[in-house]
């Protein structure tokens, strides 16, 4: 009866890894991660049947096992992920047209210029997120962005310009 019991949470596990391999939205540290806790969780009720002392016990602390373990993870939304990724853009954005707007070694027109090139930045960075197929690309994707926006203004001198 115990070892039947054991065979179920064995199974608890599989598919519980099975769901975690296939959830787009974690990346592969959380992934590990979660598979570890599924690990940790059979581990903890495999040891509360070995403790049964009748089978009622047994399949009590097999069914609260599986519960255990399918517990461990709830299916991300990838979606979710991207729209986090795209806030972070657009602060990035936000961020890097404060600068221009208060750089002074800059012309009106020089300022606008860069302002639109933010946007282009941001624009052609979000386009990346949202074709990640996976939370580790929507990660790289987003990093790259951030930088790339940043990298749009340069602050200037005024006293360069001055002279």
Not at 58 to 86: F, N, R, S, W, Y
Not at 94 to 117: G, P
């Amino acid at each position: 009866v115990k070892a039947a019991a054991k065979a179920d949470l064995e199974k608890a596990a599989q598919a519980e890894k099975a769901e975690i391999a296939s959830d787009k939205s974690l990346t592969a540290a959380q992934r590990t991660e979660k598979e570890q806790a599924v690990d940790a969780a059979k581990t903890a009720e495999e040891a509360k049947i070995a403790s049964a002392e009748n089978a009622d016990k047994v399949a009590e602390a097999k069914t609260a096992g599986v519960a255990a373990i399918a517990g461990v993870h709830t299916p991300g939304d990838l979606e979710t992920v991207k729209a986090a990724a795209k806030a972070d853009l657009e602060k990035a954005a936000q961020a890097e047209k404060a600068e221009i707007a208060s750089d002074k070694s800059l012309t009106a027109a020089q300022r606008t210029e860069k302002e639109q090139a933010v946007d282009a930045a941001k624009t052609a960075e979000e386009a990346k997120i949202a074709s990640a197929e996976n939370a580790d690309k929507v990660a790289e994707a987003k990093t790259a962005g951030v930088a790339a926006i940043a990298g749009v203004h340069t602050p200037g001198d005024l006293e360069t310009v001055k002279a």
